[in-house]
Nanobody
Framework: QVQLRESGGGSVQTGGSLRLSCAVSGRTDGILAMGWFRQAPGKEREIVSSISWNTGNTFYSDVVMGRFTTARDVASLTVYLQMYNLNPEDTAVYFC????????????WGQGTQVTVTS
């Protein structure tokens, strides 16, 4: 089974940057894509980005496009979310997630890491 663990969260000022990491372990051969999601207090969980494990093709939600980039390092089994120009609306718990081959949804989740952007 795949296990995921996020790190790199913290508190930054508006306009600042953070890089989140997701360490991937377990049966990585079954991974189709890795995603980043976030959930702010009182809000629904939303997708931030995704990246194909094999090809590196990326997807970004409109609200983060141009500010966030995601990448994966297959050799180190790590997925990254580089966040620039953060604003308070980016404050949320950020989750790493895995979508497996043959599945239409992300079903494996990390524990989350808090990102707080102060004004």
């Amino acid at each position: 089974q795949v296990q995921l663990r996020e790190s790199g969260g913290g508190s930054v000022q508006t306009g600042g940057s953070l890089r989140l990491s997701c360490a991937v372990s377990g049966r990585t051969d079954g991974i189709l894509a890795m995603g980043w999601f976030r959930q702010a207090p009182g809000k629904e969980r939303e997708i931030v980005s995704s990246i194909s494990w094999n090809t590196g093709n990326t997807f970004y939600s409109d609200v983060v496009m141009g500010r966030f980039t995601t990448a994966r390092d297959v050799a180190s089994l790590t997925v990254y979310l580089q966040m620039y120009n953060l604003n308070p609306e980016d404050t949320a718990v950020y989750f790493c997630a895995a979508r497996r081959f043959g599945r239409s949804a992300f079903e494996i989740w990390g524990q989350g890491t808090q990102v707080t952007v102060t004004s």
